[in-house]
């Protein structure tokens, strides 16, 4: 009878790292000696596997999933970890309790914690990139709250994964966490679109790709590109902002939009909104760069890791883990705040510099391809349950 694992996970949206992973897990199973039971959230697009429990999201979401532990009775589970993956305030403050309920059964208990906020950066200000309200809890309380959620992850977790040696110190530093129950492996890269051409299009454009909202930097881009077309009057290339919004962030957005009309850009700048897969991918290919900003740095960078899939080089703000995720003037650039103008005139007037960039990346991308991320994952499955 082969050995039963429990994968849980949120797999929104479709470029989330829970999809690509178990999408390679799900192409690797056969040639090992245990299953892999996916326990997704209902109604998200199925994953092309038949071995598939659902949960609904918000706080019933922590009897469904245990339920369902319960009743399959797993050797390990292996759980993804964002404070809002699983539903509001509440969810996130039960979920210790789901691990602790797993743990009293005997099952094996891999977490992979996404976000790991540094205990320095929660003020007011990292309130506000989140919610409007700041006055609603205070940062005390917060730091207070993580401290408890990521201890009691740690206590409970027979391993801890992460994506970055900078948020393995920050659980090792702020929480206490032991530095060998964490496990770093890098954000995995889809390598199916590192050779494609770009398409015939007399567009040059940078792009940004992700949420629009406060935390990501996009007024210091904008800042930038400013700069940029003012020291550049006769330059030719635009500003994509292309992604969504997150609910209850909106105001981010009309900040953004306010912020653009401030800077008379209006007619260089393009906001998509939400984009689907082809025009995702139509975007990455034709765009001279991408552009990776943020404020703080509290988790690895999916956009980073889907502007790697598609070989691009990146500018990436200066901060937190780009630092260590971007080799700076080799497989991308990192900036400060206020850099982003002269770096948008440097990437526009050193072509070949940046398509050796591009290559460096390429090789980078090759080393975290999913399949290669997929079996060091399939090698803790085996340590842990052996």
């Not at 209850?248 to 700048?269: D, P």
């Not at 988790?299 to 630092?323: D, E, T």
């Amino acid at each position: 009878m082969l050995d039963k694992i429990a994968f849980i996970s949120s797999f929104y949206p479709e470029t989330n790292y829970s999809r690509y992973l178990s999408e390679e897990l799900i192409r690797q199973i056969k040639k090992n000696n245990f299953e892999i039971e996916f326990y997704a959230e209902k109604n998200e697009k199925p994953l092309s596997c038949y071995h598939l429990k659902t949960w609904n999201k918000g706080l019933i979401s922590i009897v469904d999933i245990a339920k369902k532990i319960i009743k399959q009775k797993p050797k390990l589970a292996h759980f993804q970890h964002e404070i809002n993956m699983y539903g509001g305030t509440l969810s996130a403050f039960l979920f210790p309790f789901l691990v602790g309920l797993t743990k009293l059964l005997r099952i094996k208990i891999l977490i992979t914690i996404h976000a790991v906020p540094d205990l320095r950066l929660v003020d007011k200000e990292f309130i506000g990139f989140f919610r409007k309200n700041t006055n609603l809890i205070h940062p005390f309380v917060l730091r207070i709250f993580f401290k408890y959620l990521f201890f009691l992850l740690g206590i409970f977790s027979d391993l801890l994964i992460v994506h970055t040696e900078t948020l393995k110190k920050t659980l090792t530093n702020d929480y206490k966490l032991e530095s060998n129950k964490i496990k770093v492996i890098s954000h995995g890269v889809d390598t199916h679109n590192l050779n494609l051409s770009k398409q015939k299009s007399n567009e040059k454009y940078f792009l940004y790709f992700g949420y629009l909202s406060k935390r990501k930097g996009i007024l210091d881009i904008l800042d930038g590109y400013s700069k940029f077309i003012k020291n550049n009057p006769v330059q030719e290339f635009k500003l994509i902002l292309a992604g969504g919004v997150i609910t209850g962030q909106e105001y981010a957005f009309e900040e953004i939009k306010s912020y653009i009309e401030r800077l008379n850009i209006k007619e260089k700048v393009e906001i998509t909104g939400f984009v689907d897969n082809a025009k995702i991918k139509q975007l990455f290919v034709n765009a001279y760069v991408v552009l990776v900003p943020a404020v703080i740095s509290i988790s690895a960078s999916g956009p980073l890791a889907q502007a790697y899939s598609y070989n691009k080089c990146v500018i990436a703000s200066k901060l937190g883990n780009f630092c260590e995720e971007v080799t700076n003037d080799y497989d991308g650039f990192l900036v400060e705040k206020s850099g982003w103008g002269d770096k948008l005139a440097y990437v526009v007037n050193n072509y070949q510099h940046v398509i050796n960039i591009e290559q460096n990346v390429k090789n980078k991308a090759l080393q975290r391809s999913w399949k290669n991320i997929s079996a060091l994952h399939l090698n803790l499955y085996k340590s842990l349950i052996d």
